[in-house]
């Protein structure tokens, strides 16, 4: 945090600096727009960063003259005198914080409510608070012009170009041992320094993500909604300045997404969403670019009412109705354009979007948006790769050599492996690499070049973040840290190359842009991350698995796969008849055996080996036929018996055992515990509560029970209702979740066994 | 006021060009292909540690090659990248005054796009042309962002 504080003075700082003139430009002239926007987005950008770096004072301030400034912008005030000079003591006073922040002196707040009332309308004298002297504290770190930075890379990359170029022309010819000695030298000193230059330049992205997690929840807290955050591709390295630059659009944009993006909890449920809102912020490298996506699984942007607020604020209806949907949607970007009726304290009133865009496209950049009505907001921030020193793979193609990015690159196998499928589908091609089925491109033919080899050729899988595909290329020929330079517009414009280099050989070679090669392949690739999650959840949710085995009397049976402990092979002679009851000699143990027919006189027969919490019972088949994912329709077993309930596995009726009542039955002083701790089971799904959990909680040594007996207390309230209150019942509540993952809500997934104990556990010994 | 100009000869006409665009003048060695590259791109070339891109400056002006393999070309700088255009043979540089287009030339198609006006060289008028209307991507870039 400190740096990020250290940063944001050293920018709050040059930014008064740069706006001091602007400042006095627009005393002298208020109805200047230009000077008022810049002042406007100076006090909006310490709003944001305030907010982040949790600084009250410098955010009360900032706030109120960006009201009062947003008020200027709609034309609701007229920037009077008094007007301007109560925002330029605002701005003065920022500054002084900032300084007395830097300087680690304390400032005292007094005047600061005068300012802001000086902000109110018609109040016509401004305060002036004599400010405090502050000494500036010595910088601890130099900031350096970006252009010199600039000059020393490109000067770098000359540099190992001409290296190369030495080196090419020493080769071959009879040279001087001392002066290969020399150039080696200078090699690995080069090699040294390009290092160090590119590390000057570059920094993780995770310099920018890792205030998120704090910041969405703080936000998210503010806002009473509750998000799920997942950051990916931290590690990805960005040119410093457009880190900088991308800074304040992330706040911005992650604000705006849980704000008026992400739907408040009931709206969501009502939407058949999870409560929780999902916020993706992830980075990745794309052929000349570094994407960076921030999606949300919340409402979309309306567009409708984009155009409604500008109808409103004056716009031609016509014009804005005519529009594509994709244009509605660039609407966003509209200066002083709200998306939200109500001005909120966290994101302000959507003037982030127009500053957003305009930051971006400052660096080259440019902003997408993908917004899904209902299903969530996708927003791409592309930034140009600067970094121009990259490790490729050389590979040939049509007698030519190009690079690829190894970055990109997940594996490169012959295509005569074994292991390689390669099928023809109508007129494109798949090939299928250990279990992974991937569209196949011929960079040859994608290029419309003539096939050079008509042999053996190798398959690049390439991974370009939506999803990977291979690339057939004739050979792979080398691997190659190479200086990449953007190539000429009309070279960029194919879409197939993210750049050029010149490699030792003194022949130019062309990077390839395998992002652009799947998008001309006309490759599509699902990124539906949200869709997928769906799926999955479906698949829990639809039952359980299972062990379907024949058992000794031949009904099909079936059994949690959660309580088998594994199958195993016993001789007939550990099986004996003692005490009252068959039991099972193994691992040097004496198990209860459960046979539903006669065992196995002699040989060898199975016994599933069952396990829960801490008892064991061995349960006799004939055979075990196959793991199935048992539906959610059960048909309950009317009386309690060793059936719970039966299924239908592949249209055929298949028992399911109880192993609740396996175990009471069958292990000794299972059956009766009591003066433990009462477990009253709550909610839907009793017979599965009975059925699964029961048998746990009293191998752990609860008296579980679905009624209380009048008079008797429970200890712990286990519920399966997932929103469900639990009024009537004075004792901590433990819920059970049908969902993997993990629990915001502090619920327990209800086959985490161990989880489901200590929860249990923890909240018996509170009641 | 007069200005320099360099002299050359492109599909058999002879052409001035400013020499403020003019870089320098080479020979192109091996022409490396951009494959699936539009707008008269040759391919690449090594020029020194730097990386030019190639224009095939008689297609680019819409005449036919008949043939010919220009080896020379003409280096010019356009929005921080260089471009080789390939010119069969080069003359000398030397000042001339700019005129306009004398009254009823009609030129068509690339010429007119890249036509600039006259000089007289020993009263043999010579056309002359501004090298950034050959280079192409100029306006499909400004399209592009256009869009």
Known sequence: MDDLLQEFIAETRETLDALSGEIVAWEANPGDRARLDAIFRFVHTVKG???????????????????????????????????????????????????????????????????VAALEEGS????????????????????????????????????????????????????????????????????????????????????????????????????????????DGAEVELDREMIEVLRDPLVHIVRNSIDHGIEPAAERRAAGKRENGRLTVSARQSGNQIIVEIADDGRGIDTERLVRKLVDAGRDERALRALSERQKLALVFEP???????????????????????????????????????????????????????????????????????????????????????????????????????????????????????????????????????????????????????????????GLYAGQTLPDSGCPMLLLDCAGIARDAGLHFTRELIAEEIEETAEVESGISALVFIDLDGV?????????????????????????????????????????????????????????????????????????????????????????????????????????????????????????????????????????????????????TDTLAPGERADVVLTNDEHGAMSDVAAPVVRLRSRRGEAVDGSVYRYDRDGLLSAIASAARKG | MEQLFLIAHVAGRTVAIEAEQVESVVDIGTIIEVPRATGHIRGLAALRSRVVTVIDTIAALGMDRNGREPGRAVITRVDGHHYALLVDTLDDVAPFELQPMAQGIALTGAWRAAGRGLVQRDGEPILVIDLTALVPGQNSANLAHVA
């Open chain 1, 556 to 704: 099909r049976r079936a059994v949690p796969l959660a309580l088998l402990d594994r199958i195993e092979q016993v001789d007939a002679n550990a099986v004996r008849f003692a005490a009252g009851r068959l039991r099972l000699t193994i691992d040097g143990r004496i198990v209860p055996l459960v046979a539903r027919a006669e065992f196995a006189e002699s040989g060898t027969g199975s016994v599933l080996r069952l396990k829960d919490g801490e008892a064991e019972i061995a349960y006799a088949i004939a055979d075990a036929a196959d793991i199935v994912t048992l539906p959610l329709e059960l048909v309950h077993a009317d009386t309690p018996g060793p059936v719970a309930a039966v299924a239908l596995v592949d249209g055929e009726p298949v028992e399911l055992l109880d192993p609740h009542w396996l175990f009471a039955a069958h292990v000794a002083g299972g059956a009766e515990p009591d003066g433990g701790p009462v477990c009253l089971l709550s909610g839907g799904e009793q017979e599965w509560m009975r059925g699964f959990v029961k048998p746990i909680l009293e191998a752990a040594g609860y008296r579980v």
């Open chain 1, 124 to 231: 016509d004298e401004v305060a002036q608070i004599n400010a405090a002297l502050v000494q500036r504290a010595p910088a601890r770190s130099v900031r350096l012009n970006v252009d010199l930075l600039d000059r020393m890379m490109s000067g770098m990359s000359d540099m190992v170009l001409a290296r190369n170029e030495l080196s090419r022309r020493l080769r071959g010819a009879d040279v001087d041992p001392q002066i290969e000695a020399a150039l080696e030298r200078m090699s690995a000193t080069v090699a040294d320094l390009r290092d160090t230059v590119t590390r000057t330049r570059m920094q993780k992205i995770d310099a920018l993500f890792s205030a998120l997690p704090r910041m969405v929840r703080d936000t998210a807290a503010g806002l009473g909604k509750s998000v799920t955050l997942q950051v």
């Open chain 1, 49 to 115: 960063s305030c907010g982040f770096l949790d600084l009250p004072r410098l955010a009360r301030l900032s706030h109120a003259a960006e009201d009062v400034l947003a008020a200027v912008r709609s034309g609701e005030r007229a920037p009077d005198r008094a007007l301007v000079n109560a925002v330029l003591a605002i701005v003065d006073r920022i500054g002084e914080i900032v300084e007395a922040i830097d300087a680690g002196s304390p400032l005292d707040d007094s005047g600061e409510d005068l300012l």
């Open chain 1, 336 to 494: 002083g354009l709200s998306s939200k009726d109500e001005v909120s304290e966290v994101s302000g009133r959507g003037v982030g979007m127009d500053v957003v865009r305009a930051a971006i496209e400052q660096i080259g950049g440019r902003v997408e948006l993908d917004s899904v009505p209902g299903r969530g907001l996708r927003l791409q921030i592309h930034v140009p790769l600067t970094l121009s020193i990259i490790p490729t793979i050389v590979v040939a193609a049509g007698g030519q050599r190009f690079a690829v990015p190894r970055q990109a690159i997940e594996e490169i196998v012959s295509e005569r492996n074994e292991s390689i499928r390669i099928d023809h589908l109508g007129t494109a091609e798949v090939a299928t690499v250990r279990d992974r089925r991937l569209p196949l491109v011929t960079l040859t033919r994608q290029l419309g070049m003539d096939s050079i080899s008509f042999g053996e050729t190798m398959l690049a899988i390439v991974n370009v973040g939506e999803g990977s595909y291979a690339l057939r290329v004739e050979d792979v020929l080398d691997n190659e840290e190479l200086v990449i330079k953007p190539a000429a517009p009309a070279v960029m414009a194919t």
